[in-house]
């Protein structure tokens, strides 16, 4: 069974930082690229970032692109999103997935809240 689990989120103020990591199972984590996606309260859902399998080509949202870097352990099974100088516009929950573009993604994990406020 394919399972995605984020964790990370929080509160955080703004121009602070959080590590978010989504932990991989059941299926062959390095044959996939990944993707963040996020979905803020009342919005639809928001492509972040996506990394290629081994991790040596990242894409990301202009929205985000100079505050966040994307990372994988493929020892670990694990994906990454490093976000910095967070605003109050980051405040959703974001969701690892497989990215199967241009297909579109799947296998989403629960997703993991990040509120940014003072």
């Known amino acids: 069974e394919v399972q995605l689990v984020e964790s990370g989120g929080g509160l955080v103020q703004p121009g602070g930082s959080l590590r978010l990591s989504c932990a991989a199972s059941?299926?062959?984590?390095?044959?996939?690229?990944m993707a963040w996606v996020r979905q803020a309260p009342g919005k639809g859902l928001e492509w972040v970032s996506s990394?290629?399998?081994?991790?040596?080509?990242?894409y990301y949202a202009e929205s985000m692109k100079d505050r966040i870097t994307v990372s994988r352990d493929n020892a670990k099974n694990t994906l990454y999103l490093q976000m910095n100088s967070l605003k109050s516009e980051d405040t959703a929950v974001y969701y690892c997935?497989?990215?199967?573009?241009?297909?579109?993604?799947?296998?989403w994990g629960q997703g993991t809240q990040v509120t940014v406020s003072s």
């Open positions: 990394i290629s399998m081994l991790g040596d080509w990242t």
């Open positions: 059941g299926f062959t984590f390095d044959n996939y690229y």
């Open positions: 997935a497989r990215d199967l573009s241009p297909t579109g993604f799947n296998s």
